[in-house]
């Protein structure tokens, strides 16, 4: 029978993308693992590959074609030995609206199985439930003699193909039981609230002005941080934090690395005195998951890049084991990349905590918005000359930085927020501490 190839999420919040380029044509033969489409997600264009082998029936979605749904069919592969004419009539007009949906067993909403996917001849497992696999993959588990009700499928809805019958065993896990992180759906990102496009309008009637669309990533921000402000509760901690010792400390340190072609930056101790911090601070290097809360082992902290109609946080892993010199190469190299949207989902996933840095902006001081499931995200102004009150009652000029820190106090409490920037402001003010 033939089988669906699904608009795939290739991002946590991707609802919808742009197919961009098909890499095959109509009566190409693919396997698993060859690649199928360029598509262009929230973030960047990634390259789509297939789960199933056999011949490209029928392309439904054609190149370019923007708005393209999550699980929306976008072609028809047929199994060896079919043909063009065995695509149900109504395959086409299907792709034009997602699949529908059904109700699961607790009375959500879920995605139906696709079309291909509800064979009558499907296999079902002891309790009576219908197995989803294709046919290639029962074809398989049949002449190994392996049991569908205990493989976990990979494809779309779970359905299960080629790639997990070979790579399945005695000790399969079962079909009812997936990878949760591997499989779970994105948050829907819903609209923000306010008036409607033709109300705006029609206040600027008679005015001369642009109209921007909104690509993926603005929509996206536009709803995630829409969602941040509406359900996380942010609070604020502020301080001053001294930069003289630092800078001092950085000269001396970029003089002695001129050779190896190693500059550092204050962002690159700034990233350090936070992955340390969260080392110090441990109960504050937490994340919230819903119904409990996530206390990360290592110091994985993102960092606010600003590219061309949005901004990408791109995580530096196990950043409080990494040197000074290693968190400034890796960080060069993600926001270049990430400027040219070439990340991959991996390198601007996960963390626990963010820095958003405007100081090289002329920025004083802000508030930034936490990017869920981060506990906490530290906004950074500028250093700047003021004149300050020395421990002997003298009057004198140091170079101050002002920075806040915004919590979600779900995660993180009063107290223990301050004990995380009280530690963040110690490894600045004392640089040398952080080599230790």
């Known amino acids: 029978m033939p089988t669906e190839i699904l608009m795939p999420a290739l991002s946590p919040t991707m609802e919808e993308g742009t197919l961009a380029r098909w890499l095959v044509k109509e009566g190409d033969s693919v396997s698993s693992g060859d690649l199928l489409a360029e598509i262009e997600t929230d973030k960047a264009t990634m390259e789509f590959e297939a789960v199933d082998e056999g011949i490209v029936g029928r392309i439904l979605v054609a190149d370019g074609t923007e708005g393209v749904k999550v699980n929306t069919p976008i072609a028809v592969l047929l199994e060896e030995g079919e043909d063009a004419g065995d695509i149900a009539s ?18 959500a909403g879920a995605p139906a199985a696709p079309a291909a996917a509800r064979d009558l001849a499907a ?29 976990s499928g990979t494809g779309p809805h779970g359905r299960i193909v080629r790639a997990d019958v070979e790579g399945a065993g005695a000790g399969a896990a079962p079909a009812g039981q997936p990878d949760v992180a591997g499989t779970a759906a994105p948050a829907p990102a819903s609209a ?20 921007v669309k909104l690509d993926g990533m603005r929509k996206v921000i536009a709803a995630r941080l829409t969602e941040a402000k509406q359900q996380i509760p942010h609070f604020y901690l502020r301080r001053d934090i001294g930069l003289d010792a630092l800078l001092k400390f950085r000269g001396q340190l970029n003089r002695q690395l001129e050779g190896r072609g190693v500059k550092l930056s204050v962002n690159d101790f700034i990233i350090k005195a936070c992955a340390l911090a969260l ?7 937490a994340v919230w998951a819903g119904d409990r809360i996530l206390k990360l082992t290592p110091s994985d902290v993102a960092v606010a890049v600003a590219i061309e109609g949005g901004l990408f946080t791109p995580v530096l892993k196990d950043a409080e084991m990494k040197s000074l010199s290693a968190l400034s190469a890796e960080m060069r190299d993600l926001a ?25 902006f002329g920025i004083d001081n802000f508030d930034a918005v936490i990017n869920p ?34 919590v979600d106090h779900r995660v993180i409490d009063g107290a223990l927020g301050a004990e995380l920037l009280q530690a963040i402001k110690d ?3 004392n640089p040398m501490v952080m080599l230790a």
Do not use: W
């Open 373 to 406: 499931p981060h506990g906490a995200i530290l906004a950074v102004g500028a250093g700047v000359k003021k004149p300050v009150v020395g421990e002997d009652g003298e009057l004198a000029v140091a170079t101050v930085m002002s920075v806040t820190l915004s």
């Open 279 to 285: 080392q110090t601070v441990p109960d504050a290097n």
């Open 192 to 211: 923000p609230a306010g008036p409607s496009a033709d109300t705006v309008a029609k206040m600027y009637e008679g005015r001369a002005y642009q109209e």
């Open 427 to 429: 490894n600045l003010e």
């Open 336 to 360: 270049a990349r990430a400027r040219e949207r070439k990340l991959a989902p991996q390198e601007y996933q996960g963390g626990s905590f963010a820095i958003s840095n405007l100081g090289m």
């Open 123 to 151: 296999p079902k497992s002891a309790k009576g439930e219908r197995i989803f696999a294709s046919p290639l993959a029962r074809r398989i588990a049949a002449d190994r003699g392996l049991d569908l009700a205990k493989i």
């Open 90 to 107: 109504g395959a086409s007009a299907g792709a034009a609206e997602p699949a529908p949906e059904a109700k699961s067993a607790n009375g």
